[in-house]
């Protein structure tokens, strides 16, 4: 019996200390979705903008686990929020200033931080002080400075800018040593994304490819930074920066200064007094800090249109993958379902698809076109709006549009499509590992991953990805009044900038997705004015805000005493090279995990590590990182 006693106490006692850790953990999410939600109540202050994460079109969850270890890797600025925001606060009297904190500052396609650039250089217009401090910036992240009537730098820090370029992994000679065998098919002879498999060396296609999209690209990106700030003599810094550096003795900061790149050499203590002459001291009074108003917060305050003349917009952003996926992923079933439901309700005068995606499943990207196209049967405007990139199968999605709206730097194209198997005979006969076994048709058991493929499996799969090519090639001769033979010419899997993708009728107009949206109100028949916008994508749950909240919880944003993420260029240059071996580790998972037939963009993913994991890296995204990161 005192045996029996004691099991049961023990029994009770874990009993009790389950109820306990269930209580306080109910008691501490309570209190953490209280503290996490957004206050739609402002004060008077400066605007926060701490971009210490990725512009991007559509956030993905965050991670319960980095939440909870308090990681803010994954933290996503949604683009249409933050140009929101931005505007807001021009006629918003009770924001002072804006104020660009870029330590930390985490990347985005041109096409977008072009778009933020404008609207604070709108802000920047209306006579509204804009400030932008940062340690070092890169290239993108001065954009958006430059778009400041104050440009701040740290004495300790100084910017170089390194434009487009640089060198990628290939793995044709490791695999040889290996005995790994790549089986490649595909179309297109720009279509680079398999050559790192099968070749030592950028091919010469790739290299003109490249060359013609990093030029365009590169040259816009000095356009906008001279319209900005004229008096700034960036070209010294691009053409021969170790004399303007040498003629301070390698004070990189002093030589920014006299170069008019920045305006004010300052550490975060003494730009926090510059913004509290503007904006008022901080509640506590503490030196440096100063009347903040949060990011969140202002979001909350300025919401979209709750009434009007609905018009759906439908998100593709992302990969373009098989079945269903979260947000900042494109899975077909999931973005079809959505838009599939959303008509089914009867009640929307147009439908605009919003893409940001370097493509993906060929498979996918059909299922979504075919989806949007349920809307014009139902005799509904389609507008596309291309954002950051709108490459392979994210073009293949743009077929279904009546108009189509890019960027001048959005990154289009790439029609082409491919598939690739390895298979690893070669490398089980050096370890004495051999196959055999009865077949009873040429294709039993193939692809064969151990003993290899056989001409008439490599001859079908061929034909196949040719026969998906003619029909990329079909679907785009239609939607853009072209021969085939034209589309055959300007495809081949080569990327192209939005400028030229106009000049080549791949696209109708330059615009942002409010243009879109105006357009599809004006094909509705409705004022454009009078719009609701309704995003067609499921809404994340009560425990999703929670995390969401609690990772982009900050203990006190208008404190500019923090540096947590600062960084000299020493620390910027460090910080791109470590992304070497991440990268290596992407390609290799590609290699292995390939599956589908592919109208994917190679080089698409280096304008942004947006949404880069560290074993999810694509080969090119270091080349022009340096520019738009």
Known sequence: ?????????????????????????????????????????????????????????????????????????????????????????????????????????????????????????????????????????????????ANASEVWLNPMGGTLFMGPGGN????????????????????????????????????????????????????????????????????????????????????????????????????????????????????????GTFAAIQYDDFVAAHPMASSGDKIGIVTVAGDIVDGKAGPGTAGGDTIAKAVLDGLAKKDLKALVVRIDSPGGSALASETIRKAVLEAKAQKLPIVVSMGGLAASGGYWVSTAGDVVF??????????????????????????????????????????????????????????????????????????????PQRVDEIGQGRVWDGGTAHQLGLVDRFGSLDDAVAEAAKRAGIDPKNVRRVYLEKQPGWFAKLIQGLADKDDDDSSATDDAKAGDVFAMLAAQRQDVFARALGDAKRLATASSVQARCLECRGFSDARADADDRTLTQMLIKAIWQ
Do not use: C
């Open 1 to 145: 019996m005192k045996l029996v006693r004691g099991a049961w106490k023990i029994l009770v006692g874990i009993k009790d200390g389950l109820v306990l850790i269930f209580m306080l953990l109910f008691f501490g999410m309570l209190f953490a979705a209280l503290s996490a939600k957004p206050n739609s109540s402002v004060r008077d202050g400066a605007l926060l903008l701490k971009l210490d994460g990725a512009i991007v079109e559509q956030p993905e969850n965050v991670s319960p686990f980095a939440a909870m270890q308090g990681s803010r890797a994954q933290h996503q600025f949604r683009l249409r929020d933050l140009v929101r925001a931005i505007d807001a606060a021009k006629d918003d009297t009770r924001v002072k200033v804006v104020v660009l904190d870029l330590d930390g500052y985490g990347g985005g396609y041109p096409a977008a931080v072009t778009e933020v650039a404008n609207a604070l250089g709108r802000v920047k217009a209306s006579g509204k002080p804009v400030l932008a401090y940062a340690t070092a910036y890169t290239d993108g992240s001065y954009l958006l400075a």
């Open 406 to 483: 890019a960027e001048p730097n959005t990154i289009t194209g790439s029609i082409g499509i491919f598939g690739i198997i390895p298979t690893f005979e070669n490398s089980l006969k050096k370890l004495g590992i051999t196959t055999d076994g009865v077949k009873t048709t040429p294709l039993s058991g193939q692809p064969d991953v151990y003993g290899g493929t056989n001409p008439q499996v490599d001859s079908i799969l061929q034909a196949s990805i040719e026969h998906g090519y003619a029909e990329f090639v079909g679907r785009v001769a239609a939607a853009r009044k072209m021969t």
């Open 168 to 287: 990628q992994l290939y793995y044709k000679g490791l695999i040889d040593k290996l005995g790994v065998n790549v089986h490649v098919y595909r179309v297109g002879k720009f279509k680079s994304f398999v050559e790192p498999y099968e070749r030592d060396a950028q091919s010469p296609e790739a290299k003109e490819a490249l060359t013609a999209l990093y030029a365009s690209i590169f040259s816009q990106w000095k356009d906008l930074v001279h319209k900005a700030r004229p008096k700034a003599q960036i070209d010294a810094f691009l053409t021969a920066p170790d004399q303007a550096i040498a003629a301070t003795k390698g004070d990189i900061a002093q030589a920014n200064l006299a170069s008019g790149l920045v305006d004010k050499l300052g550490d975060r203590l003494a730009f926090g007094k510059r913004v509290a002459q503007l904006a008022g001291d901080g509640p506590k009074k503490i030196a």
